[in-house]
């Protein structure tokens, strides 16, 4: 969309209702959205229009993690049961990490290099999986500070923090990144559970200390909350 303009400026079909949409903070031209379908698709606006309507990726989110040797016994292995995906977002430091999640209160780290193209076959799944929440994943946010860290706000009232499990691996180099959140690194470092209702919004404040964040819900509130209070919690 542009303010000058009463129509939009591109109009991409999904076929399936889209509960989230972000622009790469990497590039102008890459942008992504999840859906109820249970699919991640990322489009580039510099290839033609073609058939695809500069769509480059479709990856299914219910498919099996690249690795199980992460994984403890509790967690998937194989194929999951499709959900719908509700939340998104881009890695600020990481230009191919995504992180998903959904109905399926399982938060997914995907890297685009590692998933094939617009045809589901000899696809490879999450990197990542991470699990704790109760219900489902509403909102999801990257830190703007630190590459490993990812906030969430679910429907059972809790916002978490979490690492992907990256911090510890070669000065942040993409293999070694990679081969930290498949190494099993990634888990839960703490929580807010202030909120009495669903929580639908989280957003970490790009000034001021590293940890400040928001939160919103039915509850009819914001709340302004620092990360690092309730990290060990």
Not at 1 to 24: N, V
Request: aromatic share 8%; charged share 15%; hydrophobic share 30%.
């Amino acid at each position: 969309w542009s303010p000058t303009r009463p129509q939009s400026l591109l109009t991409l079909p999904t076929h399936s209702c889209t509960y989230s949409t972000s622009f790469s903070p990497h590039s102008p031209s890459l942008l992504s959205a999840v859906s109820s379908d249970s699919t991640l698709r990322i489009y580039d606006l510099r290839t033609p229009p073609s058939a695809s309507n500069h769509l480059t990726l479709a990856i299914p989110i219910h498919t099996s993690p690249q690795s199980s040797s992460y994984s403890p016994s509790h967690m998937p292995s194989g194929p999951t049961p499709p959900a719908e995906a509700l939340t998104h977002d881009w890695n600020k430091y990481r230009s191919t990490v995504i992180a998903t999640a959904g109905v399926d209160r399982l938060i997914r780290t995907w890297d685009t290099r590692m998933t094939g193209g617009t045809s589901p076959s000899g696809k490879q799944g999450p990197v990542a999986i991470l699990q704790g929440h109760e219900y489902a994943v509403r909102k999801i946010s990257w830190s703007p500070h630190l590459s490993d860290l990812l906030l969430s706000a679910s429907y059972d009232m809790t916002c978490r923090v979490w690492t992907d499990g990256t911090a510890n691996h070669s000065g942040g180099q993409a293999v070694g990144a990679v081969e930290g959140m498949r190494g099993g690194g990634g888990r839960e470092l703490g929580r807010m559970g202030r909120h009495t209702e669903f929580v639908t919004g989280v957003d970490w404040c790009l000034f001021g200390a590293e940890g400040w964040c928001a939160s919103c819900g039915w509850d009819e509130r914001v709340l302004v909350w620092d990360v690092r209070a309730v990290m060990g919690r």
